[in-house]
């Protein structure tokens, strides 16, 4: 019988021994091959990360700080019984160009409701960080028992909504609704921030109906507009013009539908404000709206598992205050948007109007990225604010120059405006969008733009020295609010992270050459103020400020972020040994900004400072406000609460310890503290549109991935950098 015969049955047999031995292998083998998480499965996680860190109450305490409601457009903060707000907060609601003024707010209250320790049977409430919604339970001895959600929508950005249901049994809830009538203003100026009221109207009201009522502002508001408010069940007059009284049967829901709409919008505000009420007959179709938009954010938004719980729990809260405060189609957030009055809620280059810009980058939400980025992009008001500081005005036309704190219009107000570093960090803002989405529109119409602007500021800024041979700075305003020196580190490295920048961009669009030369040339001779150890904070620096606190030493933050490129032209081991000294100096933190540590913990990231780097980002947890609700700008200001600076600049801080982008690399893992070895992440933004997923077990590499359009690129399971084209 011929061999070949028994070939098949010889194949068949040696494939049944094999089959153990493979699965053994396979088995036994280190687990480094790709990991894939499903989209449903990524969902699931991230739905019980964010309900395991909603907020929740169960106790009533009046000194508990409010929780904020918002969706970028409205906000405010949820009074303690559920029932609306004391004031109300719009982005586009303005005194005059330079601050915000807030709304009298929508509120309701009952007979015998009002809440005291002594009487309260049962209370709760909860704010879903989800989807925004507060829902609060109250239960009084007196017999008197409501519930009540409240959410500004996410889908119809001027709207609020409230539903209020009796729960008593046998007993009408007997109350009032209080609307927006009066003309809410700050009782002093800067720098204390308390608001007060007038007895000025702001809003002449018509009741239209027993369900509809209308607001329409008095002419000699700086904004004007108009709000609407509907309601399902019929309000009654009071002697009170802006005063109702209502009436919820047991088991009944009382809902109230509230449209605010200003002049920045449309001139036609007074019509289209009504008209915005279609579709409101049903609020649960509009509650669902509202979490599938919500749901819809937090899909794009990168999910992160991270050793120490504090922190991971900071970065979801911290991406939930952002999505509520930021985001306006016209305007730029203040410090403590929807919050409180802090800085008469103006926006700040580098504050909140910065930081929540990067933050909405490194979150990949880039469309809410680019309406901020027009909200910086004002020209007029960026040459007007040139003319201040170019010796024999802005002649060219070409010099930008953003405000330290801006106006409606984008020009200064005047106040701290010295600070000229805030022109390479505005700078940065368009820089890091164009590198990140490669957006060559973006690139040609604000980027160049704004590059060439702000580097003809600096080369028309900058004086050469003929005792050191090389181009210097006038006397500035440091980033240390409080220092006024010549040639500051702050202001040096801006200048030359700018005029580089420029120069590269002028190049890659081959573009003014005559210009770029000029820029180069400046950027080249320019004068870094140092020692053989350290970088110094100016010209002439003795080292001899000992400093903590409020201001601190904070010029170093520009040796690695947001001017990271500078790194080649920078003395890597003095610029460690900057950031230590300084953080020393510094009295590692103490009584410092939050932001400010998370700006001294990105320039850390820069160098592979993992350990030194959560040192300094831990300085945030001190910034907690007394009832843990919030973060403030500082430990030694917590009544600035909802610090938007603070909670946007922490939010880069875990992002750029698992991934971060550096010329044509993708660097994983750059900077994360020995004691952090386990960590998962998915979908975190990185250059050009990528997104990159890695995990880190027992403090090795599983896998780190790159994809683009939900195809992968590369992957690595070394902490190897990933080259690109």
């Known amino acids: 019988m011929p061999v070949t015969k028994y070939i098949p049955l010889l194949m068949w047999w040696v494939s049944i021994l094999l089959i153990p031995i493979f699965l053994c292998i396979n088995s036994c083998r280190p687990k480094k091959e790709r990991e894939t998480v499903t989209v449903p499965k990524l969902e699931g996680l991230r739905d019980s990360m964010l309900g395991s860190y909603s907020f929740s109450r169960t106790d009533f305490d009046p000194e508990k700080l409010e929780l904020l409601a918002g969706n970028g457009e409205m906000g405010g903060l949820v009074r303690a019984d559920g029932l609306g707000f004391d004031f109300i907060w719009c982005s586009d609601l303005w005194a005059n160009k330079e601050f915000r003024i807030p709304l009298e707010g929508v509120k309701a209250s009952f007979e015998n409701a009002e809440l005291a320790q002594d009487g309260i049977v049962h209370y709760s409430q909860k704010q879903s960080l989800q989807n925004g919604i507060v829902d609060t339970q109250v239960q009084l001895k007196n017999g008197v028992y409501y519930g009540s959600e409240v959410f500004f929508s996410a889908d119809s950005k001027r709207m609020l909504l409230l539903k209020i249901k009796n729960y008593s049994k046998n007993r009408e809830l007997q109350g009032k609704l209080h609307l927006p009538k009066s003309k809410f203003m700050y009782a002093s100026s800067w720098p204390e921030y308390t608001i007060g009221t007038s007895n000025t109207d702001m809003f002449n009201l018509r009741r239209i109906n027993n369900y509809e009522i209308k607001g329409k502002s008095v002419d000699s508001l700086f904004t004007q507009g108009a709000w609407y408010l509907k309601s399902n069940l019929p309000l009654s007059k009071t002697n009170e013009s802006n005063v109702f009284e209502m009436e919820i049967a047991p088991g009944a829901e009382q809902c109230f539908y509230f449209s605010y709409i200003t002049d920045w919008q449309t001139s036609d505000f007074s019509d289209i404000v009504q008209n915005s009420m279609e579709d409101l007959s049903n609020f649960n179709r509009v509650r669902t709206k509202h979490v599938n938009q919500w749901a819809v954010d937090w899909a794009i938004t990168p999910y992160l598992e991270l050793p120490d719980k504090r922190h991971e729990e900071l970065f979801y809260r911290s991406a939930f205050w952002l999505f509520c405060t930021s985001g306006s189609e016209q305007f730029l957030p203040g410090e403590s948007q929807f919050a409180n009055g802090c800085w008469n809620m103006k926006p700040f280059t580098y504050g909140a109007a910065g930081w929540s810009t990067l933050a909405f980058m490194h979150l990949g939400h880039f469309e809410k990225a680019k309406k901020m980025l027009m909200n910086h992009y004002k020209p007029k008001g960026l040459r007007k604010n040139a003319d201040l500081y170019i010796t024999g005005g802005n002649e060219s036309d070409l010099a930008f120059s953003f405000a330290h704190e801006a106006q409606t219009d984008g020009t200064t ?313």
């Open 413 to 725: 107000t005047g106040t701290c405006d010295e600070q000229r570093h805030v022109n390479g960090f505005a700078l940065a803002l368009f820089h890091k969008y164009y590198i990140m989405t490669e957006d060559t529109e973006f690139l040609h119409q604000y980027l160049y733009p704004v590059a060439k602007g702000v580097a003809e500021f600096w080369s028309d800024l900058a004086v050469w020295d003929n005792t050191i041979k090389a181009y210097t700075f006038p006397v500035l305003r440091s980033v240390s609010e409080d220092l006024f020196e010549k040639s500051l580190l702050d202001i040096v490295l801006s200048a030359k992270w700018s005029l580089d920048t420029a120069v590269y961009y002028a190049e890659l669009l081959k573009k003014d050459e005559p210009l770029s030369s000029k820029w180069s040339k400046v950027s080249k001779n320019m004068h870094i103020p140092q020692n053989k150890r350290y970088y110094l904070e100016f010209l002439g620096d003795t080292e001899e400020r000992d400093y903590a606190s409020y201001q601190g030493i904070r010029a170093p933050v520009y040796l690695g972020y947001p001017t990271s490129e500078l790194g080649k032209d920078l003395n890597r081991e003095k610029a460690m040994n900057t950031l230590e000294h300084a953080w020393m100096r510094n009295h590692s933190g103490n009584g410092m900004l939050g932001f400010i540590a998370s700006w001294y913990a990105l320039a850390a990231q820069n160098y592979g400072l993992g350990n030194l780097a959560l040192e300094m980002a831990d300085q945030n947890f001190n910034c907690y406000d007394p009832s843990h609700t919030a973060l403030s700008e500082g430990p030694e200001n917590r009544d600035r609460h909802y610090f938007l600076t603070t909670t946007s600049a922490y939010l880069l801080f875990p992002l750029n310890m698992v991934v971060n982008s550096r010329g044509n690399d993708i660097v994983p893992f750059p900077a994360v503290p020995e004691d952090w070895t386990n960590l998962v992440f998915h979908q975190v933004p990185a250059k050009g549109g990528r997104h990159v997923s890695g995990t880190l077990k027992n403090g090795e590499v599983q896998y780190f991935r790159v994809e683009k359009n939900k195809k992968v690129m590369h992957q690595t399971v070394r902490r190897d950098t990933i080259r690109l084209n």
